[in-house]
Structure formats: C-alpha cells, structure tokens
C-alpha cells in the first residue's frame, strides 16, 4: 500500500527542512523564508516489482543537429544575449526587479513576430484589457497573438496541446498553480511543479516558452533554485528603476555565451536598442571636474567605455563612509588600501564615493586603474584629461598588470575620439594597427600613472 503525502517545510534562503512552520529558520535564521512544500508517497512495494520497460538508445554520431533552427526576433540585442535567436523548444526564464521591463520586452518580441508566427500569450496578473493598453503602446495589434488570462498551469498546458501556438509566454511563473498541490500560488512546490510541466509540455511539442520570474528582497529568483537548473536559458534585467537605461545579461545559456549583454533604453513606446553604448554610457560627461576617468570593459565580444566618478570629501563623523555604486564594494577597499600603502595617500579620514555611470556593473579588474585615478583626482581636486583613457589591473605591490583584448579596448577609445590611453605595459605588445591619432603610454607601477594627474 502507497504511503500518504508528507507535508514539509523548507527555508528559501538555506534549505533547511522542518516538520512544522516556523517564523524563523532554525538553520540560518532568517525570517519568514520557510516554504511549504509536499512530498509525494513513495511507491508500493507492488509498483516497484513491475517490469521494466525496454528503452532504446542512440548513438551520438547518428544524431543529426544540422537542422538546428532558431526564431530570429528582429530585437538585435535581445538575439545577441539569446545566442542568435529562440532556440525551438528552447525553455527561458527573464527575471528581473519589479518594474524593469519584463513584460514589455515579451510584449515588444510579440509585436516583431506577429507577422510571421501564432503566439500564445498567458498572463495571471493582468486582464485582458490591461495588456491590451500596453500592446497599442507599443504598437502591436495582431490577430496572431492570442490573450489567455488564467493561472491553472494544467488548462494553460492542455491549450497548448491542443492549439500548438508557435511561442508561448508566461507572465509569471509566481501566478501559476497546479490544482493538485494545496498549497499557496508562488510557494516553492507550485513554482516548481509549474515550471516542471511547462517544460515537458514545450520540450514534447518542439515549443519555445518564455516563462517570467519575480525577485525576492536579496535580488535572486523566488522560488526554488532547481528552476534555474532546468531551464535552458536564465536571463537578467539590470538597472535602476530611477534611470532609463537596462542591461539584459544571460547567466545561464545552453546555446550560446553568457558573456553577452544587451542594453536598452526604456522610452514611452517601450524599450529601445542601443546600437551604441559607449556613446550613451559619455553623454553629458563634463570635462573640468575633477574625480572622472574613462576606462573600457569588455562585455562579450564588444567593448564599452564607462566613466567612473570617484568623490573624496572630508567626513563629519567618527569613522569615514565608504559607498561604491556598480563597483564591487570590497574591491573599492582594496585599492584605498593599496593607494594608503604605496602611495602615501590617505583616506582614512575622508568619506569616499564611487560610481559607474549610467547604470553599469563593472566587474572585470581592467577598471582598477580608472578608478584609482579617478579617486586620487578627486583627493587632489585636479580634473583628469578629456582625452585620456585608462586601463589595467592594480596588484597589491603597487603594480600594473595585463588584461585580455586591449587591442580591441584601444581601438574602441580611438573611434570615440580618445588621444591618450595609460595602459599596462605588458599591454603594449598586443597593440596592433593603432590609429596614428590615438597615443600609447605603457607603465608598468601605479605611481607612473598618477603622475599624469597634474
């Protein structure tokens, strides 16, 4: 005989299994994070002794992927990130701050495929008619793009069995619930079951499904981790809700690199391309101020430069303030550490900011030096060069390290109108084909390149 269902409670933030609910986690301590979730009977000792149905395997060289195809959405930074395009029966996770943009990117890919492709469009927080708004916004009016508001996961399969749309959107997983499961929509089990039948019914029917995911406090996908690891791609909103530029970043991509960003604008009629984000991370840079300096990163396969503005101002409290925005925080401690020892630049007294501009999040060590220069302009109160660029990596001797692709970084810089660029001077054998208007200054120790701040 089949034993009964179990019913346990699980921590969202650890893991940590309980009997019983509890307002806080014995085994983290966080509060409100414990999870129903049900476990299934275990089978019967009947079951178990059926046979075993025969599988048949096939040999990996007989298995042809020459006919891979992929929906190419006309939203060239959304293919970018994706890898080309919508792999078929390819399962995406977009998640994201409330709102980012979510919703409106998925709308504005219905609105570049409506020509072409019958989408089916599952929302369990909007009506009809709210989404219709925000479609004429956008511009899309298509018979192709059917409405379906409803939040039991098993009808929303069972339609797609029977409809076969070519894509299938669902807005948001944390709406959906399976009326098998007792417990409460966006918990752990019904996220997880949900998500669990939406992929085996895209992955059956060849069907691409686009499934959006709320954040909790900490930034992360609510729910359990497991749905990050069964779906095939999980792609991030970035940026502050208080400026218009978002970054879409894939950390998860079984068909393509996660190295690849795409960058928007968000405007009245939607989200914009831009072609250029170099050019959008230097407009309204000012030049007579001092604390700024212009570095380039690599994101993908294509280079951006982003200003870093650092401001060192005398503090009014016992102990000096350190606040770094799009800049790893503990990084920024690394390099007052290193500017303090061998440098002979204190910072200890004074409260010291730092910011990316535009929204960015810059992760990669090539930005070390930018930002050593642009704190020790803002120390000095002395304004950086217009036309200089900075990049290379800060060792904790005081030292100037290489980083990849400084080739492409320089001639980034030279097509932005930049004439001088202070780069490690290991850097320099890389350097091929520089513009004749654009001047290299290798160095090889940090206080080389202070020295340019004068």
């Keep these: 005989m089949a034993g009964k269902s179990k019913t346990v409670y699980i921590c969202s933030e650890c893991g940590y299994e309980s009997p019983k609910w509890s307002g806080k986690c014995m085994g983290c301590g966080a509060w409100n994070t414990m999870e129903e979730d049900v476990r299934l009977p275990q089978k019967s000792a009947v079951t178990a002794s059926r046979p075993i149905h025969s599988f048949s395997a096939r040999p990996l060289?007989?298995?042809d992927a020459d006919d891979e195809h992929r929906i190419v959405t006309g939203i060239s930074e959304l293919d970018r990130v994706l890898g080309g395009g919508i792999v078929k029966g390819s399962v995406v996770l977009i998640s994201g701050d409330p709102g980012i943009g979510k919703s409106t990117i998925l709308l504005q890919v219905c609105s570049a495929l409506?020509?072409?492709?019958?989408?089916?469009?599952?929302?369990g927080e909007e009506s009809a008619i709210q989404i219709k708004l925000?479609?004429?916004?956008?511009?899309?009016?298509?018979?192709?793009?059917?409405?379906?508001?409803?939040?039991?996961v098993q009808a929303v399969c069972e339609y797609i069995n029977s409809a076969k749309p070519d894509l299938v959107i669902i807005d948001s997983i944390q709406t959906m619930q399976h009326s098998d499961i007792s417990s409460s929509p966006g918990s752990i089990v019904q996220v997880r079951e949900s998500a669990n039948l939406l992929l085996r019914t895209g992955k059956?029917?060849?069907?691409?499904?686009?499934?959006?995911?709320?954040?909790?406090?900490?930034?992360?996908?609510?729910?359990?981790?497991?749905?990050e690891h069964i779906v095939d791609t999980v792609l991030y909103f970035e940026g502050e809700r208080n400026q218009p530029y978002r970054i879409l970043r894939a950390v998860k991509n079984r068909f393509g690199s996660t190295n690849e960003i795409g960058v928007f604008e968000m405007t009245e009629a939607?989200?914009?391309?831009?072609?250029?984000?170099?050019?959008?991370?230097?407009?309204?840079?000012?030049?007579?101020?001092?604390?700024?300096?212009?570095?380039?990163?690599i994101e993908g396969t294509r280079p951006i430069l982003a200003e870093v503005q650092g401001l060192v101002t005398a503090t009014g409290f016992g102990n000096a303030r350190r606040t770094a925005t799009g800049f790893d925080y503990n990084r920024l401690n690394l390099l007052l550490a290193v500017l303090e020892k061998r440098m002979g630049l204190y910072f200890s007294?004074?409260?010291?900011?730092?910011?990316?501009?535009?929204?960015?999040?810059?992760?990669?060590?090539?930005?070390?030096l930018a930002v050593a220069m642009a704190l020790v302009s803002g120390l000095r109160d002395i304004p950086i060069d217009e036309n200089l660029?900075?990049?290379?990596?800060?060792?904790?001797?005081?030292e100037l390290r290489s980083v990849p692709r400084a080739n492409e970084r320089v001639n980034e810089a030279a097509r932005m109108g930049f004439k001088k660029c202070i780069l490690p001077k290991a850097c320099l054998k890389q350097i091929t084909g520089t513009p004749a208007s654009m001047k290299l200054i290798g160095v090889s120790r940090l206080s080389e390149a202070i020295a340019f701040i004068k």
């Design 61 to 63: 060289s007989e298995i």
């Design 114 to 123: 409506q020509s072409g492709l019958n989408i089916l469009y599952v929302s």
């Design 134 to 152: 925000r479609a004429k916004r956008i511009g899309l009016h298509s018979g192709q793009v059917s409405i379906m508001t409803e939040t039991d």
């Design 204 to 227: 059956s029917l060849d069907i691409p499904i686009f499934i959006v995911g709320h954040v909790n406090k900490g930034g992360d996908i609510a729910g359990p981790k497991v749905m």
């Design 270 to 297: 939607g989200l914009r391309e831009v072609e250029n984000p170099s050019a959008m991370m230097l407009s309204g840079r000012m030049s007579d101020v001092s604390g700024g300096c212009i570095t380039c990163i």
């Design 349 to 368: 007294n004074l409260d010291t900011y730092l910011n990316i501009v535009g929204g960015m999040r810059v992760d990669e060590p090539a930005a070390d």
């Design 389 to 398: 660029i900075a990049f290379g990596e800060i060792g904790l001797s005081g």
